[in-house]
């Protein structure tokens, strides 16, 4: 049985991720912080005791490490974030911090325990900013215009580097909303 772990395990989007990986007879693990009381999502789903929780302060490289350890996983699906683009101006730094360092932590970990494992990387069509020609692909221009859209434009980055200079399997998916 093939291990996934889905950080953002309890947004609509991880949610919906860890219903389709359980259909495909996945062992699921969900990254959480302590702090967090809400499965409405999973509940939603009815699937919520169908998933191993386990808390990892995603900012921390030495929980970071020996969650990937412990569990081996063969899939990591990473989309926690600092999410709200409003948020992101009221505090810029934590946003960047979390949006970056988290993912930093996750790849640095992967490359040390196991680079085989795969890693999927949540980037986000905010990245492009100021759209001036439409459709948008990954050549369009990316101009971000909050801090938000900055913290992901360099994860997003990260992610490229760290696939072109290591070899590693990680894929950015850019999300965008109807």
Do not use: W
Not at 12 to 23: H, P, R, V
Not at 82 to 97: K, R
């Amino acid at each position: 049985m093939k291990k996934a772990i889905v950080t953002g395990i309890s947004g609509q989007d991880g949610a919906y991720l860890a219903k389709l990986l359980l259909s495909n007879n996945y062992k699921v693990f969900g990254i959480v912080r302590t702090n967090l009381k809400s499965f409405s999502n999973l509940e939603y789903l009815k699937i919520n005791n169908e998933i191993e929780f386990v808390y990892c302060d995603l900012l921390n490289i030495s929980e970071v490490e020996k969650t990937i350890n412990d569990i081996n996983p063969d899939e990591i699906y990473n989309l926690a974030a600092q999410s709200s683009v409003f948020q992101s101006y009221l505090q810029p730094i934590t946003t960047f911090e979390f949006n970056t360092i988290s993912v930093f932590n996750l790849i640095e970990s992967i490359k040390k325990i196991n680079p085989k494992i795969k890693l999927y990387q949540a980037s986000s069509s905010e990245m492009f900013g100021r759209v001036k020609n439409l459709p948008i692909n990954e050549e369009s221009v990316i101009h971000p215009v909050s801090p938000y859209a900055i913290s992901k434009v360099a994860a997003h980055y990260t992610c490229v580097n760290y696939r072109e200079s290591y070899d590693m399997f990680i894929s950015c998916g850019i999300l965008f909303k109807k």
